[in-house]
Nanobody, 124 residues
Framework: QVQLVESGGGLVQAGGSLRLSCAASIRTFNVYTMGWFRQAPGEERQFVAATVGRDSSTYYADSVKGRFTVSRDNAKNTVYLQMNNLKPEDAAVYYC?????????????????WGQGTQVTVSS
């Protein structure tokens, strides 16, 4: 059974940094596309970043480009999201997801497995 467990969320001041981690219990972790999504209260879940399994290429939402970095450690079955220069609008529950990008790395429908989420709060 696949499990994704996020950690690293918390409260940070605007301009600060956080590093999220997602530990995956997947035997073939290295072939999966790993994505990060976020959902703020009253809003739809939205794509943040992804790293593709076959070549570790990375993709970002325009709103986080230059501030967030997604990376993966296939030996540890873990994907990370380094978030710098955080803004109040980055506050949300952040979810890790695993899939195969069949419908595009930014589409929620590409991901069959989801973590429980970790809260990120940014104070202004």
């Amino acid at each position: 059974q696949v499990q994704l467990v996020e950690s690293g969320g918390g409260l940070v001041q605007a301009g600060g940094s956080l590093r999220l981690s997602c530990a995956a219990s997947i035997r073939t972790f290295n072939v999966y596309t790993m994505g990060w999504f976020r959902q703020a209260p009253g809003e739809e879940r939205q794509f943040v970043a992804a790293t593709v399994g076959r070549d570790s290429s990375t993709y970002y939402a325009d709103s986080v480009k230059g501030r967030f970095t997604v990376s993966r450690d296939n030996a540890k079955n873990t994907v990370y999201l380094q978030m710098n220069n955080l803004k109040p609008e980055d506050a949300a529950v952040y979810y890790c997801a695993a899939g195969f990008s069949n419908l595009g790395y930014a589409s929620m429908r590409s991901y069959g497995y989801w973590g429980q989420g970790t809260q990120v709060t940014v104070s202004s």
